[in-house]
């Protein structure tokens, strides 16, 4: 049983026996009215998995993947495969606040005596009262929801914690509740503590916490992590199907999914379908390695045609950069700064000069700012034609971070070495505005105009249909 079984592929898995026995979960699946689909058979082999002396593999387990792709279900119809099949099996389980974790065990418990209509024969009991539910089994199994306290944990034993819907506690709720939740375990040989949730807002946490754990490869932890990268295009339908194990299972519709997008806006929909990074605006947008890769020591020959222009200025209009994108026949991209400098004042010249010489390449800005004050300087000199001058949409703009952030990620983007695009690749973050993914100069006071620049550059370029040269027709001869 691997990953690569499945359409849908985890950006992070550890692996675990194929001879791992997954019949208990399949059992109870069936009395909860679901079957595994295939990342809850990962979720099921994931847990279960031993070691050669029969404890499990992984005593400490964290578990991501988008909403509705069965994530709960699954770990759900683990653990009740357990206290069916184990004797005296005790879980205790939390959620992001009390209601909410007795609202699921509620749940949960409906649909077991939905499954076991008969009291008599019921191999369980279903307690709601005092504000307490618990589900306890005929052989002492016991299933009870608490707070997400300490103190709730506190004086009691289990065999296994489930702490759901992580994503939601910040850092001092996670080190209260792993201080009070840890001794609970201290003395079960079969322990195990399973975190699961969509992706937290901020880089802190119970779940992020444990996320960054097991993608380092922490010992006895075990991590099955459906996710998008940080530079993945979140509007690739084809990303939708690598990632969101809910439409590659036919659990749910592609047309669903566009809706979710529709309404509930880019980042929304990047978080909770595709488990998005929270974004820090200290976290680099562009991996260094990456860029290396596409990086030579000279500076570029520039074509005579078919090529693109764009500039950017820094809010404060203390430096400006000016950059050149083409791709070849070949569909090759490259991005080349042609100048960088102090002030904004000599930009309006050089970019006139760029429309007098190029006439027909487009030079592309985002008109804001110092942006639309160099534009507007052109538009009064009568000498010079704007008319290939193309002021880009916010939604161009993130297109263009788009195609540079997968070119630079394929490791295709041709660029040289350039010391005001290396430094500006290495400040600039991600943020966003509605929709759309833009660059960020992070924490720093960078200038990332070049950045900018180029990326808007490779934008025009990448819709611009590729054309020969002209050559002058010779003449006929008879």
Same mark, same amino acid.
């Given at each position: 049983?691997?990953?690569?079984?499945?359409?849908?592929?985890?950006?992070?898995?550890?692996?675990?026996?194929?001879?791992?026995?997954?019949?208990?979960?399949?059992?109870?699946?069936?009395?909860?009215?679901?079957?595994?689909?295939?990342?809850?058979?990962?979720?099921? +082999?994931?847990?279960?998995?031993?070691?050669?002396? !029969?404890?499990?593999?992984?005593?400490?387990?964290?578990?991501?993947?988008?909403?509705?792709?069965?994530?709960?279900?699954?770990?759900?119809? =683990?653990?009740?495969?357990?206290?069916?099949?184990?004797?005296?099996?005790?879980?205790?389980?939390?959620?992001?606040?009390?209601?909410?974790?007795?609202?699921?065990?509620?749940?949960?418990?409906?649909?077991?005596?939905?499954?076991?209509?008969?009291?008599? =024969?019921?191999?369980?009991?279903?307690?709601?009262?005092?504000?307490?539910?618990?589900?306890?089994?005929?052989?002492?199994?016991?299933?009870?929801?608490?707070?997400?306290?300490?103190?709730?944990?506190?004086?009691?034993?289990?065999?296994?914690?489930?702490?759901?819907?992580?994503?939601?506690?910040?850092?001092?709720?996670?080190?209260?509740?792993? *201080?009070?939740?840890?001794?609970?375990?201290?003395?079960?040989?079969?322990?195990?503590?399973?975190?699961? !949730?969509?992706?937290?807002?901020?880089? @802190?946490?119970?779940?992020?916490?444990?996320?960054?754990?097991?993608?380092?490869?922490?010992?006895? %932890?075990?991590?099955?992590? #459906?996710?998008?990268?940080?530079?993945?295009?979140?509007?690739?339908?084809?990303?939708?199907?690598?990632? #969101?194990?809910? %439409? *590659?299972?036919?659990?749910?519709?592609?047309?669903?999914?566009?809706?979710?997008?529709?309404?509930?806006?880019?980042?929304?929909?990047?978080?909770?379908?595709?488990?998005?990074?929270?974004?820090?605006?200290?976290?680099?947008?562009?991996?260094?390695?990456?860029?290396?890769?596409?990086?030579?020591?000279?500076?570029?020959?520039?074509?005579?045609?078919?090529?693109?222009?764009?500039?950017?200025?820094?809010?404060?209009?203390?430096? +400006?950069?000016?950059?050149?994108?083409?791709?070849?026949?070949?569909?090759?991209?490259?991005?080349?700064?042609?100048?960088?400098?102090?002030?904004?004042?000599?930009?309006?010249?050089?970019?006139?000069?760029?429309?007098?010489?190029?006439?027909?390449?487009?030079?592309?800005?985002?008109?804001?700012? &110092?942006?639309?004050?160099?534009?507007?300087?052109?538009?009064?000199?009568?000498?010079?034609?704007?008319?290939?001058?193309?002021?880009?949409?916010?939604?161009?703009? *993130?297109?263009?971070?788009?195609?540079?952030?997968?070119?630079?990620?394929?490791?295709?983007?041709?660029?040289?070495?350039?010391?005001?695009?290396?430094?500006?690749? @290495?400040?600039?973050?991600?943020? #966003?505005? !509605?929709?759309?993914?833009?660059?960020?100069?992070?924490?720093?006071?960078?200038?990332?105009?070049?950045?900018?620049?180029?990326? &808007? *550059?490779?934008?025009?370029?990448?819709?611009?249909?590729?054309?020969?040269?002209?050559?002058?027709?010779?003449?006929?001869?008879?």
């Amino acid at each position: 049983m691997t990953a690569e079984t499945f359409t849908a592929i985890p950006r992070h898995i550890s692996p675990y026996p194929e001879s791992t026995d997954v019949t208990e979960a399949q059992k109870a699946a069936e009395a909860m009215g679901i079957s595994l689909l295939p990342q809850g058979l990962q979720v099921a +082999g994931l847990l279960n998995a031993t070691n050669d002396e !029969g404890y499990p593999l992984y005593p400490e387990a964290v578990i991501q993947m988008g909403r509705r792709a069965t994530k709960t279900s699954s770990i759900q119809a =683990t653990l009740l495969g357990r206290c069916f099949s184990i004797p005296g099996y005790r879980i205790i389980s939390t959620a992001q606040t009390g209601t909410l974790s007795q609202q699921f065990l509620a749940e949960l418990g409906s649909q077991l005596e939905a499954a076991y209509p008969d009291e008599e =024969t019921r191999p369980f009991r279903f307690y709601k009262s005092n504000g307490s539910i618990r589900i306890v089994w005929d052989n002492g199994s016991q299933w009870r929801a608490v707070k997400p306290q300490a103190s709730a944990f506190r004086g009691s034993y289990a065999d296994c914690i489930l702490m759901d819907e992580a994503g939601e506690y910040d850092a001092k709720t996670t080190e209260d509740l792993l *201080a009070g939740a840890m001794p609970v375990l201290a003395t079960r040989p079969n322990a195990q503590l399973i975190v699961t !949730g969509t992706p937290p807002r901020t880089r @802190e946490g119970l779940l992020w916490q444990y996320l960054q754990a097991g993608r380092k490869g922490t010992e006895d %932890l075990g991590i099955l992590d #459906y996710s998008m990268e940080p530079t993945d295009d979140a509007t690739d339908e084809a990303l939708w199907w690598k990632v #969101y194990p809910g %439409l *590659a299972s036919g659990l749910v519709s592609l047309k669903f999914l566009r809706k979710a997008l529709e309404t509930q806006g880019l980042l929304s929909f990047s978080r909770e379908f595709l488990c998005l990074d929270p974004v820090a605006s200290s976290l680099r947008a562009i991996s260094e390695e990456d860029w290396a890769a596409g990086q030579v020591p000279d500076m570029l020959e520039i074509p005579s045609d078919n090529i693109s222009i764009a500039f950017d200025t820094t809010p404060s209009g203390d430096a +400006g950069a000016v950059a050149v994108a083409w791709y070849t026949p070949e569909g090759l991209p490259h991005v080349q700064i042609l100048e960088h400098k102090g002030g904004i004042n000599w930009l309006p010249a050089y970019i006139g000069k760029l429309l007098t010489e190029h006439r027909g390449t487009e030079i592309g800005f985002d008109s804001i700012g &110092n942006n639309l004050s160099v534009f507007q300087t052109l538009q009064r000199n009568r000498r010079i034609s704007t008319h290939n001058l193309r002021s880009m949409t916010m939604k161009e703009v *993130a297109s263009g971070v788009s195609f540079m952030t997968m070119h630079v990620s394929d490791r295709a983007l041709v660029h040289a070495v350039d010391p005001s695009l290396d430094r500006a690749v @290495e400040a600039a973050a991600f943020r #966003y505005s !509605g929709d759309s993914r833009l660059w960020s100069r992070g924490n720093s006071n960078e200038d990332i105009s070049p950045l900018i620049a180029a990326s &808007n *550059a490779l934008y025009i370029a990448a819709g611009k249909r590729h054309r020969e040269p002209y050559k002058k027709r010779e003449a006929l001869t008879f």
